[in-house]
């Protein structure tokens, strides 16, 4: 691994509040900050990794939409209102 050296200016007293905090921790900020770092790399890989599913997902419904791969109005409310009676007989059922 080929290290970098990261400098930045930040508020004294945010830099000795945090030095405090990771003393307590028995971790070092320089610690910290790797950590924080790769935890929001890590974040922004999966933000992106959902979104292409997400929008890989949309164009696959706009695509069986415009190939006329519908369901009608009817059943999909037929199915909300079974699963709607289902749910509440659940939630009957756990109330006795």
Known sequence: ????????????ALKNEFAAAAKARDRTGAQLLRDFMRDFVRQQQN?????????????????????GD??????????????RRE?????ADSGS
């Open 70 to 83: 519908l369901v009608p109005n009817e059943t999909v409310e037929a199915e909300a209102a079974e699963w």
């Open 47 to 67: 933000s992106a990794e959902h979104d292409a599913w997400f929008r890989q997902r949309v164009q696959a419904g706009l695509d069986a939409a415009a190939a």
């Open 87 to 91: 749910i509440r007989r659940k939630l």
């Open 1 to 12: 691994m080929t290290e970098a050296t990261f400098t930045f200016r930040v508020d004294e």
